[in-house]
């Protein structure tokens, strides 16, 4: 089967550094997405890791190791514009996108 | 790049009657577009593939018949909910797979459906 785990909710300081973890099992692999979704919006694309290591991308960096079934995003210096919902995506057979049910993080002064 | 609209934004209705929503790739052509619904606090569900110039993909659940898909160009494809009822009203996302990239999809800003 596939299935994706994320914590529901986290929480951090303004400036501070949040590593969001994911694990997933699936029966096929093509990659694995991070998505940031803002209360009422549609998701917009972070990041995407198909081999084994860390990808940097400004703030924001997204890590996986498939052996481990395991990905996590680090947001750097946390400003209050990242409050959003992150959602660990990993794209299975046919390029369809399966979803994770989403960490809402909220970033407090 | 990769934007994709969405037409309407929001949409009230009465019980009984047909939504047309729109998803557009505005500035690069998308061979697969995806239809997606969101009810509130929970993961997007994948509701069907679709694909120009053929029929679209249902997953598991959805009924093909009330969910009209159709894909008649590269830059545009319609969902359309017939009979709507109260338990249709959600938010419901189109996204377009870019032919050049890593495969990611670029999403609609969403179309929320209330049925009265």
């Known amino acids: 089967g596939q299935n994706i785990d994320q914590p529901t909710e986290m929480t951090a300081t303004e400036g501070a550094i949040v590593q969001i973890n994911c694990t997933y099992q699936?029966?096929?692999?093509?990659?694995l997405f991070w998505y940031q979704q803002h209360a009422g919006e549609a998701p917009t694309f972070l990041s995407y890791?198909?081999?084994?290591g860390l990808e940097e991308k400004g703030r924001f960096s997204s890590f996986l190791s498939r052996s481990k079934g395991y990905s996590y995003l680090l947001l750097k210096e946390l400003q209050m514009k990242d409050s959003a919902s992150y959602l660990c995506?990993?794209?299975?057979?046919?390029?369809?996108?399966?979803f994770g049910a989403g960490t809402r993080l909220a970033v407090h002064p | 790049g990769a934007v994709v609209s969405q037409h309407p934004s929001w949409v009230i209705c009465k019980s009984g009657t047909s939504v047309k929503i729109e998803c557009r790739s505005l500035d690069f052509q998308a061979t697969t577009m995806f239809w997606y619904r969101q009810f509130p606090k929970q993961s997007l569900m994948l509701m069907a593939t679709s694909n120009e110039g053929s029929k679209a993909t249902y997953e598991q659940g959805v009924e093909k018949d009330k969910f009209l898909i159709n894909h008649a160009s590269l830059t545009l494809s319609t969902l359309t909910v017939t009979s709507a009822h109260p338990e249709d009203s959600s938010f419901y996302i189109c996204?377009?797979?870019?032919?050049?990239?890593?495969?990611?999809?670029?999403f609609g800003p969403g179309t929320r459906l209330t049925v009265t």
């Open positions: 995506v990993f794209s299975g057979g046919y390029n369809k996108l399966i």
């Open positions: 996204s377009a797979r870019s032919l050049a990239g890593q495969g990611e999809q670029y």
């Open positions: 890791n198909v081999l084994d």
């Open positions: 699936t029966s096929g692999f093509n990659g």
